[in-house]
C-alpha cells in the first residue's frame, strides 16, 4: 500500500475550499468583470488571507495534531472539573457552618430574644456578611416600650427580605456558568481536531482501492479519539450541574429555617395593625380634648 500525502496542512485545504465555493457564490452577483480580472485578484486576496489566518492559528492549535493531543487535552479538563468541584464543595460548606452558626445564636422564643437582644450586635460583629442584614433589620424592629410590661420586639418587615441569598451574597450564583463553559471548551477542541483529522485525509492519494479502505478505518478511529474532550466536557458537565444544584438546595433550606428560628423571636405586625393602633391613639386623644374642653367649660360657667 502506497499513500501520498500533500504538504499542505488541513487547515490551508478547508480555507482554499472555503474560499473558493465562496467566490463561486458571489463573483457572479457582486464581483462581476468581464476581464476575469477582479475575480482573480479577488481569489489571490482570499488565498493570502487563508494562509494568514493557518499561520496564525497552526502554532496556537498545532499541537491538536498530536495523535494523543485529544485525550490529553480531555484529561486536563477532567482536572479543571475536579478542581471546580472543590471550589464548589468549599463555598458550600462554608455558607452551611455560617448559618448554623447563626441559627445557633438565635433563641427559640419571643421573651429569650427580648432579654439577648443587647448582645446580638457584638456577636454580628462575627459575621461580616450577615452584619449588614441584622443591622437593616433592626432597624424595622418596633422596640418595647420601658414602661410596658410586655418586652417583646416586633418587627415589621419579614426575616427573609433581609436574610436570602442575594442580599448576603453567599451560595453559588456566580459559578453557575462554569458547566456550560467545560461544554463549549471541548467543543471547541473536538471540532479543531476533527478539522485536522479530516483535512489530512481528504489530501491524501492511492492508488488501489484497498488503501483506500485502510484509510476510513484509520479515519474513523482517529474521529473516536478526538471525541475525548467533548467526552470528558459532558462529563464534567453533569458532576458540576448536580453539585451545584444541590448546594444551592441546601444552602436555601439552612437559610430557610434561620428566617424561620428570627421569627419565632420576634412578633410580627403588619401595617394595619399599626394603622390600627394609631387609630385607637387618635380616639382616645380625641376623647381627651374633648373631656378638657368639657371641664374648661363646666369652669367657665361656674364662674
Given at each position: 500500500?502506497?499513500?501520498?500525502?500533500?504538504?499542505?496542512?488541513?487547515?490551508?485545504?478547508?480555507?482554499?475550499?472555503?474560499?473558493?465555493?465562496?467566490?463561486?457564490?458571489?463573483?457572479?452577483?457582486?464581483?462581476?468583470?468581464?476581464?476575469?480580472?477582479?475575480?482573480?485578484?479577488?481569489?489571490?486576496?482570499?488565498?493570502?488571507?487563508?494562509?494568514?489566518?493557518?499561520?496564525?492559528?497552526?502554532?496556537?492549535?498545532?499541537?491538536?495534531?498530536?495523535?494523543?493531543?485529544?485525550?490529553?487535552?480531555?484529561?486536563?479538563?477532567?482536572?479543571?472539573?475536579?478542581?471546580?468541584?472543590?471550589?464548589?464543595?468549599?463555598?458550600?460548606?462554608?455558607?452551611?457552618?455560617?448559618?448554623?452558626?447563626?441559627?445557633?445564636?438565635?433563641?427559640?422564643?419571643?421573651?429569650?430574644?427580648?432579654?439577648?437582644?443587647?448582645?446580638?450586635?457584638?456577636?454580628?460583629?462575627?459575621?461580616?456578611?450577615?452584619?449588614?442584614?441584622?443591622?437593616?433589620?433592626?432597624?424595622?424592629?418596633?422596640?418595647?416600650?420601658?414602661?410596658?410590661?410586655?418586652?417583646?420586639?416586633?418587627?415589621?418587615?419579614?426575616?427573609?427580605?433581609?436574610?436570602?441569598?442575594?442580599?448576603?451574597?453567599?451560595?453559588?450564583?456566580?459559578?453557575?456558568?462554569?458547566?456550560?463553559?467545560?461544554?463549549?471548551?471541548?467543543?471547541?477542541?473536538?471540532?479543531?481536531?476533527?478539522?485536522?483529522?479530516?483535512?489530512?485525509?481528504?489530501?491524501?492519494?492511492?492508488?488501489?482501492?484497498?488503501?483506500?479502505?485502510?484509510?476510513?478505518?484509520?479515519?474513523?478511529?482517529?474521529?473516536?479519539?478526538?471525541?475525548?474532550?467533548?467526552?470528558?466536557?459532558?462529563?464534567?458537565?453533569?458532576?458540576?450541574?448536580?453539585?451545584?444544584?444541590?448546594?444551592?438546595?441546601?444552602?436555601?433550606?439552612?437559610?430557610?429555617?434561620?428566617?424561620?428560628?428570627?421569627?419565632?423571636?420576634?412578633?410580627?405586625?403588619?401595617?394595619?395593625?399599626?394603622?390600627?393602633?394609631?387609630?385607637?391613639?387618635?380616639?382616645?386623644q380625641l376623647e381627651a380634648i374633648q373631656s378638657l374642653n368639657h371641664a374648661l367649660t363646666s369652669v367657665?360657667?361656674?364662674?
Amino acid at each position: 500500500m502506497k499513500k501520498d500525502v500533500s504538504n499542505n496542512s488541513c487547515c490551508v485545504f478547508t480555507m482554499r475550499l472555503f474560499s473558493n465555493f465562496f467566490l463561486i457564490f458571489i463573483s457572479p452577483c457582486v464581483f462581476a468583470d468581464p476581464s476575469g480580472f477582479g475575480t482573480s485578484a479577488l481569489l489571490d486576496l482570499f488565498r493570502s488571507l487563508s494562509d494568514l489566518m493557518v499561520n496564525v492559528i497552526d502554532p496556537i492549535f498545532g499541537f491538536l495534531r498530536m495523535p494523543d493531543a485529544s485525550p490529553g487535552v480531555g484529561l486536563v479538563i477532567v482536572f479543571a472539573g475536579a478542581g471546580c468541584l472543590s471550589r464548589i464543595l468549599f463555598i458550600k460548606y462554608r455558607d452551611l457552618n455560617m448559618l448554623i452558626q447563626m441559627g445557633r445564636l438565635f433563641p427559640n422564643s419571643e421573651r429569650e430574644f427580648a432579654n439577648r437582644y443587647p448582645d446580638f450586635e457584638d456577636e454580628m460583629l462575627k459575621f461580616p456578611v450577615m452584619s449588614r442584614a441584622w443591622f437593616e433589620f433592626c432597624e424595622t424592629l418596633v422596640l418595647p416600650n420601658e414602661n410596658s410590661h410586655s418586652q417583646i420586639f416586633k418587627n415589621t418587615v419579614r426575616p427573609h427580605v433581609f436574610f436570602n441569598i442575594d442580599r448576603l451574597e453567599i451560595g453559588v450564583d456566580s459559578e453557575k456558568s462554569w458547566p456550560k463553559l467545560f461544554v463549549g471548551l471541548g467543543l471547541f477542541v473536538t471540532l479543531f481536531s476533527l478539522s485536522f483529522a479530516f483535512g489530512e485525509a481528504s489530501s491524501a492519494r492511492f492508488i488501489d482501492l484497498g488503501a483506500q479502505e485502510v484509510l476510513v478505518a484509520e479515519l474513523m478511529g482517529a474521529v473516536s479519539v478526538t471525541l475525548y474532550p467533548v467526552m470528558s466536557s459532558v462529563l464534567v458537565y453533569l458532576i458540576l450541574t448536580v453539585a451545584l444544584r444541590h448546594s444551592e438546595k441546601s444552602i436555601t433550606l439552612r437559610l430557610n429555617q434561620l428566617n424561620d428560628k428570627i421569627e419565632r423571636g420576634v412578633r410580627f405586625i403588619t401595617q394595619e395593625d399599626l394603622s390600627q393602633q394609631s387609630l385607637v391613639l387618635m380616639q382616645k386623644q380625641l376623647e381627651a380634648i374633648q373631656s378638657l374642653n368639657h371641664a374648661l367649660t363646666s369652669v367657665k360657667e361656674w364662674e
